[in-house]
């Protein structure tokens, strides 16, 4: 269940959704976090030491939706805090490193144990340093795309990939989170070729 | 995967045994390259993973068709620079409603067309969302569609959420449900799974014991029944029902004593900064409006006051909840210490009943007071017992901490949505036996070695493009043999001469003609370029003369001598050479 703040403010407009972000290490979660609640990006890396958590702010309409974001350090001494981010949590960004295919193995297991404690929460697939992977060779990107794509029909999860650097499809995510959250339809296009920022969400 | 599986069946020299590989291929469920995506439904239809089975296979061909374009898509992404042009979107920068549109035009003209254009560094700022992520940015109205239907109806976006969550729910279950049947089918059919090496995943899945035993509906309602709201715990993140000694030393009562005995306690001095919560014995604080009474003095040097303010000191000593004067008051280290205010043993009780709300609203406030509070951590520190042994009670109790191998465990059972994503596919010698054995009822397709192609013997998409004319495509420019050195009537050089590009014809292509006119027994093509050029009589002449000039000078050039030669087009190069060396 979303904790919903208890301000005195007419708490019908008000909605927190808890986003939790997951994933092998040094694939970019804190980053892409960082980047869509303050719009910077740090080219420097900054292990997390446990769960890092934002709030962001969105308007629409009358209704203040906060997306309170928990990103997961991504290293294993710091699993045993998975639930702190997995349980109610409305959507789990599953991340992988574009570049490093292992990332992207990881994901079953980090699906598994995730979804062991939050069966309700949307499930993401998402893609980090797309402007790494356009340098792959075609054959690697291929593969990746394919393997992603298998993965996120596996998982029945949207899946995105992204460059927090870049700015690219980073503000959509949310988007999407949005829309699934509440069944809204979502006034994008997807896009689903090999070597270009895949989004899958219909 | 697939590219292995593909250069397997090519290299092994039996063509039966490839094919026969192929043609299991072809009837592989996950294995496809392109367009696997497509027609899956990304919507929580929780039937999908039964029907996988049975969609796939009807998508036979497309493994064919998926090698191909595997091939030729590498040699133009990787081979021509050319086709690296930008691919993408146009991007209208500065207005966010129009920059989600062009990912329509990126993405109308990909998914029907060819997938094959490679997104270059240069073209990323093309899809980049640049404005879109800044910190003042929020979604617009036009971003969603539906969002009337939550305003002017009587649901709110919070109840929308929760019957989303009910939703999913439902969905979890019936998607549990589901790979649990899959798995024990699979399990099934597997003589000896568990002794088969090719079976990684083995589920120590308690429900199959219980299937097996049958259980109703009614003991399952009783299973139910016992792990309910008051026997599962789920409030593992709050301590609001945890014991106050646990995390304590297992002395620390007697540790209390003593440090109550030791006289006088420590007290931090009116010019020091409160470390907040530091020691809280020592320090008070004062929450409540209560006490502005007699820190009115304090309250009035402060220049920052606000009329709010005011108002509230003149209505004591009602209590007020508001924010804005405990932060300030917060901001005063000495206003902690003062004591004077603390006599009266019915306020002060009333105060600490105020206190422990304040204490809450207190610390979600810090959150959002800090100046640049965006980033927050929760860490464990200096305690290990928790990171050895973190005790979280989940909702099911499904989740074990296994702190040797750094993992939860449990919920394998959700490793089978994976088990086809992942798993090379074996095929045992059983399996293909069967693909034999099996009627060639729907595709029969042969493969023609000579012509390296695919023949459907069934004939029925033969006349599918009989109404489709071929394009044309203009020939590429080639030499004419040279004058006199075309003995050969029956070259059928003819359709070339007649190609547009042969119109703009140099000097030297048009002396050829004009010879080969004089020349050859093609009257009909002579006819045609006399037609197309009007070369006056004179002019042929001259061409004539020109051509018994250079027969006489390169008749000897070739041992063979030009009459009964085998002309190779590489002595043209030599001549070129020579030719240049000379000059």
Redesign the interface.
């Known amino acids: 269940m979303p904790d919903i703040e208890d301000d005195n403010q007419d708490q019908n407009n008000q909605v927190a959704l808890k986003i939790g972000l997951i994933g092998d290490s040094q694939i970019g979660k804190t980053s892409l976090m960082v980047k869509y609640v303050e719009g910077s990006f740090d080219e420097d890396y900054i292990q997390t030491l446990g769960v890092n958590f934002m709030d962001k702010k969105i308007q629409i309409r009358n209704t203040t939706i906060t997306f309170s974001i928990w990103d997961l350090g991504g290293q294993k001494e710091f699993i045993n805090m998975l639930p702190l981010v997995s349980n109610d949590a409305v959507a789990i960004l599953f991340m992988f490193d574009l570049t490093r295919k292992s990332t992207l193995n990881s994901i079953k297991e980090w699906y598994r144990q995730a979804r062991g404690f939050n069966k309700t929460a949307i499930p993401f697939l998402v893609g980090t340093k797309y402007d790494q992977f356009i340098d792959l060779s075609f054959q690697d990107q291929l593969e990746i795309t394919q393997q992603a794509k298998k993965f996120g029909s596996a998982m029945k999860a949207p899946v995105v990939f992204c460059s927090t650097s870049h700015s690219i499809n980073v503000q959509k995510i949310f988007k999407i989170i949005l829309s699934k959250a509440f069944d809204l339809k979502l006034n994008l296009d997807e896009i689903t070729n090999v070597g270009e920022p895949i989004l899958i969400f219909k | 995967m697939k ?1 292995r599986k593909v250069k397997a069946s090519t290299s092994v020299p039996n063509s039966y045994k490839a094919q026969l590989l192929t043609r299991f291929a072809d009837n592989d469920n ?1 294995d496809e ?1 392109f367009g ?3 027609g ?1 439904d ?3 239809n929780p039937s ?1 993973l039964n029907n996988n089975q049975n969609v796939l296979p009807s998508g036979i061909n497309r493994h064919d068709d998926g090698v191909e374009t ?1 091939k030729m ?2 040699l133009v ?2 081979d021509s620079p050319i086709n690296k042009t930008t ?2 979107p146009s991007y209208h920068i500065g207005d966010k409603l129009d920059s ?1 549109k062009p ?2 035009k ?3 003209s ?2 029907g067309e060819v ?7 240069e073209c ?2 093309e ?4 404005l ?4 003042t ?3 617009t ?7 009337d239907d ?2 002017q109806g009587e649901t ?3 109840q ?3 019957a ?2 009910s939703e ?2 439902k969905v ?2 019936r ?2 449900e589901e790979l649990r049947m899959l798995y024990s089918s699979r399990r099934e059919k597997i003589i000896d799974f568990d002794n088969d090496p090719n079976q990684t995943l083995k589920l120590k899945d308690f429900s199959m014991f219980q299937q097996d035993n049958k259980l109703t509906n009614e003991n399952l309602n009783l299973l139910d029944m016992i792990e309910s709201e008051n026997t599962v715990n789920y409030e ?2 709050r301590d609001d029902f945890a014991k106050f000694e646990d995390g304590f030393d297992v002395n620390f009562e007697q540790n209390i004593q003593r440090q109550i005995k030791q006289k006088p306690p420590i007290r931090a001095k009116q010019s020091m900064p409160v470390l907040r919560g530091n020691n809280g014995s020592a320090v008070k604080k004062f929450k409540s409006t209560m006490d502005f009474g007699t820190l009115r003095g304090i309250r009035e040097a402060d220049i920052d006051e606000e009329e709010e303010e005011e108002e509230v000191a003149a209505d004591l000593p009602e209590f007020h ?1 508001n924010n804005n004067i405990i932060r300030k008051l917060d901001r005063i280290p000495s206003f902690y210490n003062n004591n004077t205010s603390n006599n009266n043993p019915a306020k002060a009780e009333l105060l600490n009943k105020y206190k422990e709300q304040h204490e809450h609203k207190h610390k979600s406030k810090i959150k959002h007071q800090n100046p640049k509070p ?7 520190l200096n305690n290990n017992s928790i ?1 050895t042994d ?1 005790v ?1 009670p ?1 909702p099911k109790k ?2 074990k ?1 296994n ?1 040797a191998m ?3 465990e ?3 059972i ?2 089978v ?2 088990e ?3 798993k090379p596919t074996l095929i045992t010698f059983r399996e293909l036996q069967q693909q034999k054995e099996q009627p060639k009822t729907k595709p029969n397709m042969v493969y023609d070695q000579e012509n390296l192609r695919w023949v459907n013997m069934n004939h029925d998409d033969e006349s599918v493009f009989h109404d489709i004319p071929d394009l044309v495509e203009a020939k590429p420019y080639r030499l004419n043999s040279p004058p006199g050195l075309t003995p050969y009537p029956q070259q059928p050089q003819e359709p070339q001469r007649i190609s547009p590009i042969n119109r703009g014809a140099s000097q030297f292509t048009q002396r050829t003609m004009s010879s080969l006119t004089s020349k050859s027994n093609l009257q009909q093509d002579a006819e045609q370029w006399r037609q197309e050029f009007q070369l006056s009589g004179k002019l042929i002449e001259k061409f004539q003369k020109e051509e018994v000039k250079i027969v006489k000078k390169i008749k000897r050039w070739f041992i063979n001598g030009i009459g009964d030669y085998q002309f190779n087009r590489d002595y043209y190069w030599e001549i070129r050479k020579m030719v240049m060396e000379n000059e």
């Open positions: 590219s996950d390259i696997d995506i497509e899956i990304f919507g929580h999908q595997l898509e590498q992404l990787e691919p993408s989600l990912r329509s990126s993405s109308t990909s998914s997938a094959h254009r490679r997104v270059m560094r990323l700022s899809y980049s969302e640049d879109d992520t800044d910190v940015s929020e979604f109205d036009n971003d969603f569609q539906g969002l939550i305003f709110s976006m919070k929308r959420l929760n989303k969550i999913q729910e979890a279950e998607e549990q593992y993140t909840f965006k980033l927050g951590t929760v860490k464990y990171i973190p979280y989940t499904t989740m901490f702190a750094n993992r939860w449990g919920n394998e959700d490793l949505r994976f086809t994503v992942t």
